[in-house]
């Protein structure tokens, strides 16, 4: 049974840090590419990030960019996404998101709010 369990969110001001943790189980997590996605209040869901299998190919939504960083444990099947500089329109439920064929599966989301 895949499970993707995520830690690492909370309140933070404006400017400031976070690092987002999924630990994944269930399926053998290095040879699937993985991604975040957000969901804000009252909005659809929005894909943030993604990273290769490798963790050699790294993509970001423009907004993100030059901020935020995915990044991947093969060996401790865990991703990461350190946000940095952060803006009150980051607020959101982060959720890791494993894609196969014809199938997602999602972490349990993790709420990050940017406020002073």
């Known amino acids: 049974e895949v499970q993707l369990v995520e830690s690492g969110g909370g309140l933070v001001q404006p400017g400031g840090s976070l690092r987002l943790s999924c630990a994944a189980s269930?399926?053998?997590?290095?040879?699937?590419?993985m991604s975040w996605v957000r969901q804000a209040p009252g909005k659809g869901p929005e894909w943030v990030s993604h990273?290769?299998?490798?963790?050699?190919?790294?993509y970001y939504k423009d907004s993100v960019k030059g901020r935020f960083t995915i990044s991947r444990d093969n060996t401790r099947n865990t991703l990461y996404l350190q946000m940095n500089s952060l803006k009150p329109e980051d607020t959101a439920v982060y959720y890791c998101r494993l894609r196969t064929d014809g199938t997602d599966y999602w972490g349990q989301g993790n709420q990050v709010t940017v406020s002073s």
């Open positions: 990273i290769s299998r490798s963790g050699l190919s790294t």
């Open positions: 269930g399926f053998t997590f290095g040879t699937y590419d």
